[in-house]
């Protein structure tokens, strides 16, 4: 189960940190991601972070956001800065299992998602 906090409406130039708390993993290797989406569009993803340790950026975000996960609160994190009103989306968190370094596609688990709105 996951359960996605921290959206809300922002001005821009802004910060916000997102937070998932991730219960009932089992995978043993994994991949942990933020993804995005905004109505008629596909999700995008956002940020993604492995249990190896790897962290990857996608084109929405990068230079401008930071992502982690703490272990011993299984909760993984977006913090998001310098926002602007393009980044108004809801943000979702996704956990697949990690297969020879790659994360397997679709993702298996899917929070609600959170509300992020930048004005």
């Known amino acids: 189960q996951l359960v996605e906090s921290g959206g809300g409406s922002v001005q821009a130039g802004g910060s916000l940190r997102l937070s998932c708390v991730v219960s009932?993993?089992?995978?043993?290797?994994?991949?942990m991601g933020w993804f995005r989406q905004t109505p008629g569009r596909e999700r995008e993803g956002v940020a993604t972070i492995n249990s190896a340790g790897g962290s990857t950026y996608h084109a929405p975000l990068v230079g401008r956001g930071n992502v982690s996960y703490d272990n011993a609160k299984n909760t993984l994190y977006l913090h998001m800065s310098s926002l602007k009103p393009e980044d108004t989306a809801m943000y979702y968190c996704?956990?697949?299992?990690?297969?020879?370094?790659?994360?397997?596609?679709?993702?298996?688990?899917w929070g609600q998602g959170t509300q992020v709105t930048v004005s």
């Open positions: 996704g956990v697949t299992p990690m297969e020879e370094t790659k994360c397997t596609r679709p993702y298996k688990f």
């Open positions: 009932g993993n089992t995978y043993v290797t994994y991949c």
